[in-house]
């Protein structure tokens, strides 16, 4: 039989590991960020429908430019947007893949502040970027003086902020985003996937009127609770949209997508509507691991980074044998925990409440 180090792959995926979160067919799955509520019976109807719709069209290759699309995601984001300052793909994955292809690849280089999405260095070794993590202070909050420092020292071709930051949860500000932009000529990405999760924090939308070089993405993947459809989309000046079109293959947002997400965003009241419940479950998850002991790091998400676990990969083995999935990020005595439904967090609570005490 033949193995993967038999063939002549590309030196710089030499030894890697795909992404790999385990996708176990669990009762209580609160490893991927994932919004654990059902869509509403009646969006679903909608949704179904604008489906069907689109299926008498698919002899006919998509709308390349989905247009529609990108005006109703303009019209969700507001700050008055327009169609030409948005792009969407299958998956904010794929936008950063895009951005990567069109500003990264050999010779140049991505920066981001440890640890951070897991996706970042994957998404550099695939179109050859060269990865330059940066590791944040001790409590992983990032201040103006410290990134401008790391970006005026490091000049890479893209820097990616995270806010707030997977998988510590950690909120940006946005005075940390303008020196970020000031430090550098180079493309920054301020990936907001957890965005509708902080009500208290204003948007790197925001910023974007007279900077350029600014990118900010979104997904549909979180709060939206629509993972399954494979929607991010970002928003930056009509000439980063330009450069990406360059790289993009033709037709990639498929007219199931392009109708299934525009039927979405039509109800995205109703989608967004559980957002102020899993805040609720999250606060209340760390209210009840901090008086267990635990160590309960900010969070402006939809997941808590949690410490003090002495051996946290068998806690999440304990937990997955209870039918309860977590994230273990190897960071030492930390785990990640997201915040489910109401039923969801009172099982993890009393999974972790029935742990050996600390
Ligand atoms: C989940 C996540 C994404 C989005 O993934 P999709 O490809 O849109 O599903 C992007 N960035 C971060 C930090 C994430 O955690």
């Not at 327009?82 to 951005?99: D, K, P, R």
């Not at 420092?149 to 071709?157: G, S």
């Not at 900010?216 to 399954?228: C, D, E, P």
């Not at 609720?280 to 808590?304: C, I, K, M, P, W």
Request: charged letters at 20%; one cysteine or more.
């Amino acid at each position: 039989m033949t193995s993967l180090s038999d063939l002549p792959l590309r030196d710089t995926l030499v030894g890697k590991q795909p992404y790999g979160a385990p996708q176990d067919p669990v009762p209580v799955s609160l490893n991927v960020n994932e919004n654990t509520h059902p869509l509403p019976e009646a969006v679903v109807a909608d949704i179904a429908a604008s489906l069907a719709e689109a299926v008498r069209g698919v002899n006919r290759y998509p709308d390349r430019d989905f247009l529609q699309l990108r005006a109703a995601l303009a019209g969700y984001l507001g700050h008055g947007l327009t169609a030409e300052q948005l792009w969407a793909a299958n998956g904010s994955n794929e936008v950063l893949q895009q951005v990567l292809q069109a500003f990264g690849g050999p010779g140049r280089t991505l920066l981001s502040f440890t640890p951070t999405y897991s996706m970042y260095p994957l998404l550099a070794d695939g179109t050859d970027t060269a990865w330059r993590p940066v590791e944040r202070p001790a409590d992983y909050a990032l201040t103006p003086d410290f990134v401008a420092a790391a970006l005026r020292e490091h000049r890479p071709n893209i820097a990616i902020l995270c806010g707030p930051n997977n998988p510590t949860g950690t909120p940006l500000d946005l005075d940390t985003v303008l020196a970020a932009y000031d430090a550098f000529d180079g493309i920054l990405i301020v990936d907001e996937a957890y965005h509708e999760f902080d009500a208290e924090r204003e948007s790197a939308i925001t910023l974007l009127p007279g900077r350029p070089r600014l990118l900010v993405s979104r997904t549909m993947s979180k709060a939206f609770a629509f993972a399954g459809v494979r929607l991010g989309y970002l928003a930056a000046d009509p000439a980063v949209i330009d450069a990406l079109r360059l790289v993009r293959l033709p037709y990639h947002l498929s007219a199931l997508t392009q109708a299934a997400a525009q039927a979405a965003i039509r109800h995205s009241g109703e989608m967004l509507a559980t957002v102020a419940d899993i805040r609720a479950q999250r606060d209340r998850l760390a209210a009840a691991l901090t008086a267990l002991g635990y160590l309960v790091h900010e969070s402006g998400a939809n997941f808590l980074l949690v410490g003090g676990f002495a051996d946290p990969t068998a806690v999440f083995e304990t937990l997955r044998a209870q039918g309860i999935l977590i994230r273990d990020l190897g960071i030492p005595g930390h785990l990640r925990l997201t915040a489910g439904t109401e039923t969801e967090t009172t099982v993890l609570i009393e999974a972790i409440a029935a742990l050996a005490p600390r």
